[in-house]
């Protein structure tokens, strides 16, 4: 197809994806498998001539060992876990406790999966706590060793029997089948919206019928819930999903799959003026590094629609807040994070951090509230998004 | 609160009143007369000085008056903070639009002095003066609670068939006064604090077993869930039970949907519900099944000044004394009990053996 540039890209595509690291969606029996091989391959060296007790070699989920690749088609860019591994032994001592809590939870999640049971994170901790008290006593150790267990197998949290939770909804113009079910129409809802259900497996098999010509990604609920009551979605054929926050996994899924399924609608996001309101769209965008072996599959090329440097005019000005210590970390890491290199959302990044202020969404009510439809309607029309 | 009947709450109604309320208030003016408005002060509790003491909490009598005069400084603020939100449910009213109190707050943040609780007891003072609940201005709040079980209703137009599938959560509708067509194929309603709990629940198919209807506020329920809940039992006139966790935020929660809130004290007539019965979880239980010590986590300082302040409520030494003693047993020992530490032994006992015995054998307090 093309001269030597794109013969090269085309080779260091493939070799990169060759390294490329993800967690597999899995049926309870195949993680089972995974499980049972681990425990034979240890017991394999331990019964050998010399035995060796095994390391647990775990995808390692740091900074250093993520990458960003270039998609060959469209424009997406996403974050993957290399194959860099962090090798956990029981020979030594300072993470002497960490090999056993794998091992434990490793245990307890096969005995879930033989009996069909999903548990929360909580539960999980509760029943580690009882169980192996010398080994765990915070729930923070938990989610860390199961983070651990999906690095060790490769397969996501949900299929390791975690009970999914999901804080997205979807409303707008969009038809959604699930097997042997009713057919969902989503602009016949209330401002709520429909939950998108947690269940990865669910949604990967759910059937989309959709007249819109945008997608728009929201940030905040209570934004969502006023443009689904004021029905922008009839204003500019659209379908609108938030998360309410920081994406979990089920949102992502959803949204990638709606982004696979109709490619030629523009995903838009709106997002408050701060550097968190960044680092959302950017979790979309790219994915997140700590649940990197299951975020590169759900990177989708979010475009940012707003609020931007340029529509800082538009707001009063007590509607301008001074940035907070927190806001200035999650800035700095930005900055200083590969994502953004060469990128034009550096440039804002540097605009917000000079002026020192942010801003959220509702500051654009001060002209009323039906002016947030019109901004958003003239910003689409004027393709202003990048 | 005074005759408020279903029609005095319609909004022409309540545009009238509007109107009314800021002519009186010119006409003061104009004759150069002092204005005074004057706003009722409601609660649902107060602290006890001691044992012996008692008050009229209970009675639904307002307590007392606040009088807001144009010639004290210190009021007029306030006073102008009330005419521009006046102003903006008057147009919300007049529109047919909805808004929240965030989005009022945004509308003019420079009058309201970067203070959402000046926009919160504005708005509350509204209520009172024009007796009305907030709804009716059409200040709503994004929605929180879920539901799911054997139920069906209808809000605006559309039919919510919980029943088809009584393992999946629906949310709870946000304009409750839209709800119709309530039916209940259920023997109870289980009210639940946490999300997670409400998840297990679900994936047991609870509601299927054991033919009732689940419902959950996720934390602290917000109006509509109480609105909503009300209703329910207003229409079904089913057993309604409560799950929080043994914890001074879980007896907050039960006793926010048993008395009401202070914030929403105006409203609570309407948004509490006398009739909860309060389920679990209790200490007793985690001795019954043998719990390990070490899953009993230890209060915190938090915890512990917040078990003291739900103490001195008058309604805990009045009305319900026999929840007293647990929170006094709590603070005691000094260990808080989460729900979803009886998964230790099997994940489903909440759900398969603890909740259904309890109902059955009424062991509720």
């Not at chain 1, 759900?298 to 940012?304: H, L, P």
Request: proline content about 4%; aromatic content about 8%; hydrophobic content about 40%.
């Amino acid at each position: 197809m093309a001269g030597n540039g794109h013969c090269n890209n085309n080779r260091l595509l493939f070799h990169s994806h060759q390294r490329l690291c993800s967690a597999d969606i899995l049926q309870p029996h195949e993680v089972r498998a995974r499980i049972e091989a681990t425990i034979l391959k240890f017991l394999h060296l331990l019964a050998s001539p010399t035995p060796t007790v095994a390391d647990l070699p775990l995808i390692a989920r740091r900074s250093k060992n993520a990458r960003f690749r270039h998609s060959l088609f469209g424009d997406v860019t996403s974050i993957y876990l290399s194959q860099s591994l962090c090798r956990i032994s029981l020979m030594k001592i300072n993470v002497a406790k960490t090999f056993i809590r794998v091992w434990k939870v490793l245990e307890l999640c096969f005995q879930l999966l033989v009996h069909g049971k999903q548990v929360t994170q909580r539960e999980l901790f509760y029943k580690l706590l009882s169980s192996s008290p010398k080994y765990f006593d915070s729930q923070v150790q938990v989610n860390k060793s199961v983070q651990d267990v999906v690095s060790l197998l490769c397969c996501s949290r949900n299929s390791l029997g975690l009970m999914p939770s999901s804080r997205g909804t979807v409303v707008g113009r969009l038809l959604i089948q699930e097997e042997n079910q009713e057919i969902v129409d989503c602009s016949l809802l209330g401002p709520a919206g429909q939950a998108i259900t947690g269940n990865l497996h669910l949604l990967e098999n759910f059937v989309f019928q959709s007249n819109a010509r945008y997608i728009f990604v929201i940030e905040k609920d209570a934004i969502f819930q006023r443009l689904a009551e004021d029905r922008i979605f009839n204003h500019i054929p659209s379908i609108l999903v938030t998360a309410k926050g920081y994406p979990d996994i089920a949102t992502r899924v959803f949204l990638h799959r709606l982004s696979k399924i109709f490619p030629t609608l523009p995903i838009l996001a709106l997002v408050d003026w701060n550097p968190a309101g960044l680092a959302i769209l950017c979790t979309y965008k790219f994915g997140s590094i700590g649940m990197g072996l299951e975020a590169y599959r759900y990177a989708c090329d979010v475009k940012w629609l707003g609020l931007r440097s340029d529509d800082l005019m538009l707001v009063p000005q007590d509607s301008k807040v001074m940035m907070k210590t927190r806001d200035l970390q999650i800035a700095k890491s930005l900055m200083s994070s590969d994502m953004l290199q060469d990128h034009k959302y550096k440039e804002e990044l540097r605009a917000m951090i000079q002026g020192g202020q942010r801003v959220e969404i509702e500051a654009l009510y001060a002209h009323g509230y039906e002016f947030l439809g019109r901004y958003m309607v003239t910003k689409v029309v004027q393709d202003d998004y990048f | 609160m005074g005759g408020r009947s279903e029609a005095s709450t319609n909004p022409s109604h309540l545009l009238q009143r509007i109107r009314g309320f800021t002519l009186v208030l010119i006409e003061d003016l104009c004759k150069g007369r002092t204005s005074l408005v004057s706003i009722d002060r409601y609660r649902t509790h107060c602290k006890l000085i001691g044992p012996g003491d008692k008050c009229s909490c209970n009675s639904d009598m307002t307590d007392g008056r606040e009088i807001i005069s144009m010639e004290k400084e210190s009021h007029a603020n306030r006073l102008d903070v009330l005419l521009r939100v006046l102003l903006i449910t008057q147009k919300l009213l007049l529109e047919g639009k909805h808004a929240s109190k965030r989005d009022i707050y945004y509308m003019h943040p420079s009058i309201f002095i970067a203070d959402q609780a000046n926009v919160d007891r504005a708005i509350s003072d509204t209520c009172i003066l024009l007796h009305c609940s907030r709804h009716n201005l059409n200040v709503v709040s994004a929605g929180k609670g879920l539901v799911m079980g054997c139920l069906r209703f209808k809000e605006s137009n559309r039919m919510f068939n919980c029943i088809r599938r009584p393992s999946v959560a629906y949310p709870v509708p946000v304009y409750v006064e839209e709800v119709k067509h309530i039916m209940g194929f259920a023997r109870y309603i289980l009210v639940v604090e946490k999300e997670t709990v409400f998840q297990r629940l679900a994936n047991d198919k609870f509601c299927e077993m054991n033919r009732c209807i689940v419902i959950t506020g996720r934390g602290y329920p917000d109006v509509p869930t109480r609105r909503f809940l009300r209703l329910l039992i207003d229409e079904l006139s089913l057993p309604v039970y409560c799950l929080v966790d043994c914890d001074p935020f879980g007896f907050d929660i039960l006793l926010t949907y048993r008395f009401g809130s202070m914030q929403m004290a105006y409203d609570a007539k309407l948004l509490r519900i006398p009739e909860i019965r309060w389920l679990g979880i209790f200490s007793s239980d985690a001795e019954a099944i043998g719990l390990p010590r070490r899953c009993l986590l230890p209060l915190t300082h938090r915890d512990k000044k917040k078990a003291e302040a739900l103490l001195q409520r008058c309604y805990l030494h009045q009305q319900v004394p026999h929840w007293r003693l647990e929170i006094e047993k709590m603070l005691q020992r000094e260990v808080k009990f989460e729900i979803e530490a009886l998964s230790v032994f099997s994940i489903s006992m909440l759900s398969e053996e603890h909740l259904p015995a309890k109902i059955q054998e009424g062991r509720h307090l």
